[in-house]
C-alpha cells in the first residue's frame, strides 16, 4: 500500500513521501545511488515488486521477488546509510542497515554494502554484499 503523498516516507519517517522515494516510485530517475538505495527500501516496505525488478541491474537481475507470496512477510522497522561512496561518476557503493521483524519474531539487522552503476543517466542496484 502506497503512502499518502503527504504521510513520511518509509525511508526516513521524516521527509513527505512525495518529496523523498514517491518521486522515484512515480517515474523519475533517482538522482543518486543513496537515493535510488532509499526508494528501494521504501519499495521493499510498500512491496513494490515492479519497481524493484526495474531498478535492478539486467545482468544480475531476478527474474521475480515473490513479494506477494512471501511467508512470513517482514515488517521493515528503519533504515541507516552508513556510507556513500562513488569510486568513478557512474558507479556507487551504499552500506546501510536495515532493520526488520520476520513474523512474530524478534527484530533483525540486515547490513550491506552494495554496488550500484549508472547507466543512461539512471542509477540501478546490481548487488550487495551483506555483513
Request: glycine share 10%; aromatic share 10%.
Amino acid at each position: 500500500m502506497t503512502p499518502s503523498l503527504v504521510q513520511p516516507c518509509p525511508c526516513d519517517g521524516e521527509t513527505p513521501y512525495s518529496a523523498c522515494c514517491g518521486q522515484w516510485h512515480g517515474g523519475l530517475a533517482a538522482p543518486t545511488a543513496e537515493a535510488l538505495m532509499r526508494s528501494r527500501y521504501s519499495a521493499y516496505k510498500l512491496g513494490l515488486e515492479e519497481y524493484l525488478l526495474e531498478t535492478w541491474h539486467p545482468s544480475t537481475r531476478p527474474s521475480s521477488l515473490g513479494l506477494s507470496t512471501q511467508s512470513p512477510k517482514p515488517t521493515w522497522l528503519g533504515l541507516s546509510v552508513k556510507r556513500h561512496e562513488n569510486p568513478t561518476p557512474d558507479t556507487a557503493i551504499v552500506e546501510f542497515v536495515a532493520r526488520l521483524r520476520m513474523g512474530g519474531g524478534s527484530a533483525e539487522r540486515m547490513h550491506e554494502v552494495s554496488r550500484f552503476v549508472r547507466e543512461d543517466g539512471r542509477w540501478y542496484y546490481v548487488d550487495g554484499e551483506l555483513s
